[in-house]
């Protein structure tokens, strides 16, 4: 991640697409590594007879981090636009 955020600094207006795709591809490693960490923890602190159960959990209070973590970023959007609709009917 460390790497990837310094990539994301050097980024500029100019930068290669091949830069981007680097970049998306560290991005990836990072967060394919980071879900494999989980599971693995996951499974070595969960008694065997709740590992469902367990996984399950997990998946579901990832999923919320991640609509909770996007959330901010769509009312944004919704309200740019409908703040450039506005605009363009005066």
């Not at 091949?18 to 970049?23: H, K, N, P």
């Not at 990836?28 to 590594?33: E, H, R, T």
């Given at each position: 991640?460390?790497?990837?955020?310094?990539?994301?600094?050097?980024?500029?207006h100019?930068s290669?697409a091949?830069?981007?795709?680097?970049?998306s591809l560290l991005?990836?490693?990072?967060?394919?590594?980071?879900g494999l960490?989980?599971?693995?923890?996951l499974?070595?602190q969960a008694?065997a007879g709740?590992?469902a159960?367990?996984?399950g959990?997990?998946?579901?209070f990832?999923?919320?981090?991640a609509?909770f973590?996007?959330?901010?970023?769509?009312?944004?959007?919704?309200?740019?636009?409908?703040?450039?609709r506005?605009?363009a009917?005066?």
């Open positions: 991640m460390l790497l990837t955020g310094g990539v994301m600094l050097a980024v500029t100019t290669s091949l830069i981007m795709i680097g970049m991005f990836a490693l990072a967060n394919g590594f980071s960490a989980n599971q693995a923890a499974y070595l008694p709740e590992i159960v367990a996984s959990r997990c998946r579901t990832v999923s919320f981090g609509f973590s996007a959330s901010p970023l769509g009312a944004l959007v919704v309200s740019q636009s409908l703040l450039s506005s605009a009917r005066r």
